[in-house]
């Protein structure tokens, strides 16, 4: 690993925590008409199919917002909150801005800045990156990812963008992420990977496997990460 | 003003002195075998010509570590230095990758950060800015610019990018430049606009004006911008 230079990462479920910022926003925008949790749990649960219509060409590309936008829809409908007015439809899509990192993220992101490039590599968009980056301090270097390119995870463009527009062969490059589809995707294209072990993503709905066997390094935490790295 | 939410900056004249770090680089690869503020001159000199290239569409993007590897050949030969060798032309072009920001930037950008977006909206491409921000400590949110979307300033798309990868209507974006023709081209396409009056940029060999009347400011430095912007 001693050529790597940069470390990119999944964001969702990866560097925050999703379930528990989406069910805290629904709650606080929604109150006690529907199940915050289910809310969550529903809303993700129609993030990659309403991905493949881009990934499959049928749709030219849109941001991740604007897929949100149309999700939540259903998501209301699904828990009879079908008079919601649109502005707080539009309100409860920005919920996704505001999801805060697991407590390991920003200490150990701070101690692997020091020594390599850091950039998110998410399905989300550039404003929700930069919105998440400074709710929280997320110390990236550069925002890279889907919308830079145009397309969504796992289509090669996304994880070919890292290497190329950092300066760097892909080898250089190491992909951290929570999902062992993402890792194998980057893989395929040459990048390194690290698999972050996060059992409390789903709420305990799935368990995720405890390692990536598949994957250069696994860990529990940035801070391990940042250990296995050799940060100071 | 109030409206707006976010900053982009020119980079190479606005937040750096190329002149002074390419003299500088010039200085420590090739010795005294060349006149270093003339180099720096003529490189830059070839800058827009080469970028013309690719401005219509006579050739496909290319980064401009790529166009300045190419026009060091034609710099070098000028002063009589054939000799040397490709290595330490590629290691000329990353001159440009290490260049310091005038005195007021960083004090500037800290207290700009802490209420507005702040990314570089510049020809340099990715890895050229998270160089220079990396070695100076500049608080960008987001890497914007050419590289991003396959073109060069002052074609609209690089100014159209700014809003859109920002979530933003345009006159929420407010562009910073030492350079007239660069706020009117992101005038045109309704950024707002500030001019930074940059009067060492050249070394003397051109004097900028004063203020850009048609700009919504003029100021004299970042930290005069963060004054006239209420950011404390």
Same mark, same amino acid.
């Given at each position: 690993?001693?050529? #790597?230079?940069?470390? /990119? ?28 949790? +289910?809310? %969550? ?13 881009? +990934? ?36 409860? !899509?920005?919920?996704?801005? +505001? ?6 993220? #920003? ?9 390599? !490039? ?7 968009? #550039? ?18 990812? %889907? ?10 463009? !996304? ?13 250089? /490059? ?21 698999? /972050? ?17 598949? %994957? ?17």
């Amino acid at each position: 690993m001693e050529d #790597v230079a940069a470390l /990119v990462f999944d964001v969702f479920g990866t560097v925050v925590d999703w379930r528990s910022g989406v069910a805290r926003e629904v709650t606080r925008l929604l109150g006690d008409r529907v199940d915050a949790e +289910r809310f %969550a749990d529903d809303w993700r649960s129609r993030y990659s199919p309403s991905m493949d219509e881009v +990934r499959s060409g049928r749709r030219p590309y849109v941001t991740l917002d604007v897929l949100h936008r149309e999700s939540v829809d259903d998501v209301l409908a699904a828990q009879g909150a079908d008079d919601v007015p649109a502005e707080l439809r539009d309100e409860l !899509v920005l919920a996704w801005h +505001r999801l805060d990192p697991w407590p390991d993220v #920003v200490p150990g992101l701070r101690r692997l800045s020091a020594r390599y !490039v850091l950039a998110p590599l998410s399905n989300g968009g #550039v404003a929700l990156q930069v919105a998440l980056a400074r709710r929280s301090g997320l110390p990236w270097d550069a925002v890279l990812g %889907a919308e830079v390119v145009g397309h969504y995870k796992p289509d090669a463009e !996304v994880y070919d963008s890292a290497p190329r527009l950092l300066g760097l062969e892909p080898a250089q /490059v190491l992909m951290v992420a929570a999902h062992t589809s993402d890792l194998a995707a980057a893989r395929q294209r040459g990048l390194r990977t690290a698999y /972050v072990h996060r059992p409390a993503e789903s709420g305990g709905r799935r368990t995720p496997p405890a390692t990536d066997p598949a %994957a250069d390094l696994t860990v529990t935490s940035f801070g391990e990460l940042a250990d296995r790295l050799g940060a100071t």
